[in-house]
């Protein structure tokens, strides 16, 4: 159902299948996310087809955990669409600007009292 939503707010085909979602655990977030520095990694889609959520949000039914699943599936769909170049910040930063938007579409639609804000970084000239 989470899939319709990220389809929903974009303008990505829908895909043939969906992607696994696993649970990890912080310390998993800073070794692969971070490359052992301290991170605030709690979702992360790195290309392979699985979504990884922090492990806290096992059985978490609220809105800000499935906006969370949200945001990484229009990664998913992003990433299956072709449309941006894994190598360019800034096509990352376009990733990531479209996700965040997305996220918090999914939390007014879900009448959720708080949005997601996140000011990307800017790519070195």
């Known amino acids: 159902m989470l899939m319709s939503w990220a389809l929903f707010f974009t303008e990505y085909e829908p ?40 492990e806290k949000f096992k059985g978490d039914e609220s809105s800000y955990a499935a906006a969370l699943v949200v945001h990484e599936m229009t990664h998913y769909l992003q990433h299956h669409s072709g449309k941006f170049d894994r190598r360019s910040c800034k096509d990352h930063l376009a990733r990531e ?28 000239e």
Do not use: M
């Not at 996310?33 to 889609?45: E, K, L, T």
């Not at 479209?98 to 070195?124: D, H, I, K, M, W």
């Open 97 to 124: 600007v479209e996700a965040y938007t997305v996220q918090n579409a999914y939390l007014v639609a879900a009448g959720s009292p708080a949005l997601v804000f996140r000011q990307p970084a800017a790519c070195p």
């Open 15 to 54: 895909p043939h299948f969906l992607p696994t979602v696993e649970y990890q655990s912080h310390a998993w977030f800073v070794e692969h996310a971070c490359h052992q520095a301290p991170c605030a990694v709690i979702g992360w889609y790195r290309n392979t087809d699985i979504i990884y959520l922090d």
